[in-house]
């Protein structure tokens, strides 16, 4: 099982160009996540669906947006990189998105915006 | 404001015993969340707290004091691989997890 896929592995960005990051999971997991992380600062939630059909806002949503039109797909776009949005970009997953339900982790996009 | 504080680094022997802390204060508590971080790599899950008091799980524990707002992560028979960054997270009122920066753990031979 692959559980959570992400593309691309790596990118470099011009500055003013747009960009969509992929994810999808094969655990048909309802809730998915997105976060960036940066050095010295904890992982913050950019946005969240807690099931297909419905997104949400997390921390630092602006400049980003999501969509969720089916359980797999959960992809963030970003609709003019700025190079402060250069970052790890992980997306995660979990069972309902209840409090005690482990956050399952994609293996990042490192992205850099010049 | 939310806040979760953990040591910026530590370092340790292979073989020894670590204990790495986390204080944290949030609107709301749902519980508590240990991960692990490889350099350059997902983060993955190691426990969870919601009620005061241990949780064993092999070389690691977790242990948590609601009262305190702490909570602390021990590792026993410390070995290489065990190097690498532990986060630790609490689930907010609003159900979404607040991190803290994460301890970075180097063990020495």
């Known amino acids: 099982t692959a559980g959570i896929t992400q593309a691309p592995t790596s990118q470099i960005l011009a500055a003013g160009r747009s960009m969509t990051l992929r994810c999808t999971q094969d655990m048909r997991h309802n809730a998915m996540y997105w976060y960036r992380q940066d050095l010295g600062l904890g992982l913050r939630l950019i946005h969240y669906?807690?099931?297909?059909?419905?997104?949400g806002k997390g921390e630092v949503p602006d400049g980003y947006s999501v969509s969720r039109a089916n359980t797999d797909d959960f992809p963030l776009t970003l609709a003019s990189a700025v190079p402060s949005q250069t970052s790890v970009y992980f997306c995660?997953?979990?069972?309902?998105?209840?409090?005690?339900?482990?956050?399952?982790f994609g293996p990042g996009t490192r992205l850099t915006v010049l | 404001g939310q806040n979760i504080d953990q040591p910026t680094e530590m370092t340790a022997t292979e073989g020894a015993i670590v204990q790495i802390n986390c204080t944290y204060q949030t609107s709301g508590f749902n519980g508590l969340f240990w991960y692990q971080q490889h350099a350059g790599e997902a983060p993955t899950f190691l426990s969870y707290n919601v009620l005061d008091g241990l949780e064993e799980k092999g070389r690691f524990s977790s242990f948590l004091s609601r009262s305190k707002g702490y909570s602390y992560l021990l590792l026993k028979e410390l070995q290489m691989k065990d190097s690498a960054s532990y986060l630790c997270a609490v689930t907010d009122s609003n159900y979404q997890l607040i991190w803290g920066a994460g301890t970075k753990l180097i063990i020495k031979p």
């Open positions: 995660a997953s979990s069972s309902s998105g209840g409090a005690r339900d482990e956050q399952f």
């Open positions: 669906s807690n099931t297909a059909g419905t997104t």
